[in-house]
């Protein structure tokens, strides 16, 4: 596996959203390669889930938080950082929405901000401290080609993958004298679990249709995989990507500039 040549910044690693599509890859691979890893996420994955993964040992903990409530991040985040320590976090954890701005409901936006704005908000400013006084640290934040590029019927959801990537810069340039780097990932289309159930949901019998149409939309030809998006991060949180902070990294299968 290629990652074997890439050293991680630390053992120490805590995943937000890890009970499933991208996070659940992240969660393995960090862990197959020696890594800790700590997971916040609503619910722990099935314990068939676990076994078919071989997670099923004390270097990963999934702990059942709501990361939109601020008192219980910081909690855990406390309670973590005397159990094993905190060198790197992964803002994994997001929720999508398909509408325009005429019809994406207050409720729809709110809910939408509360887990990928504020969620993320509340675990930077839980874990930052921790980072400081040990003078170094990584964190990485999942955005999307949704931050940069116009896509349809995507108001609320674009909204918050572009507060995603203003706090990574303004994070990369307010800690940077003391150690702590602050990327993003921005990755187009990937077959997940969610992917799959918004074609079996708005398109009954047309599946197979849908998915190819879906697949087609990247020049490459299909959808990224949760395990691509997951090496990209390993290797963003290696020693071998010192060099790399305030920086928004796509992922798209040549989707934001082959799309003419």
């Known amino acids: 596996m290629a990652t074997a040549n890439f050293e991680l910044v630390s053992p120490y690693v805590i995943i937000t959203g890890g009970s499933s599509g991208i996070g659940l890859a992240m969660v393995k691979i960090f862990h197959d390669q020696g890594a800790i890893v700590d997971v916040l996420d609503l619910h722990k994955p099935s314990d068939k889930t676990l076994s078919q993964l071989q997670l099923e040992d004390e270097t990963v903990q999934f702990h059942e938080v709501d990361i939109t409530h601020q008192a219980s991040v910081k909690e855990i985040v406390s309670l973590i950082s005397i159990k094993r320590g905190i060198g790197i976090l992964i803002n994994n954890a997001g929720i ?118 879906l697949s087609a939309s990247q020049p490459i030809g299909r959808m990224a995989t949760p395990e691509e998006i997951a090496q990209l991060a390993f290797y963003l949180c290696s020693k071998q990507a010192s060099f790399i902070t305030g920086t928004d990294i796509p992922i798209d299968g040549g989707f934001t500039r082959l799309n003419n």
């Open 96 to 213: 999508a929405h398909i509408g325009n701005l005429t019809n994406t409901t207050e409720e729809d936006f709110q809910r939408i901000f509360n887990v990928n704005v504020k969620g993320a908000f509340h675990c930077m400013q839980a874990i930052i401290p921790f980072m400081e006084e040990m003078k170094e640290g990584l964190i990485i934040n999942m955005a999307s080609i949704a931050a940069t590029i116009g896509i349809t019927d995507r108001f609320a959801y674009s909204m918050s993958k572009g507060a995603i990537l203003s706090m990574t810069l303004s994070v990369a340039r307010d800690y940077i004298k003391k150690g702590i780097r602050c990327n993003c990932i921005s990755p187009a289309r990937v077959h997940t679990p969610f992917v799959e159930g918004f074609i079996n949901k708005h398109y009954p019998g047309q599946e197979k249709e849908m998915f190819d149409k």
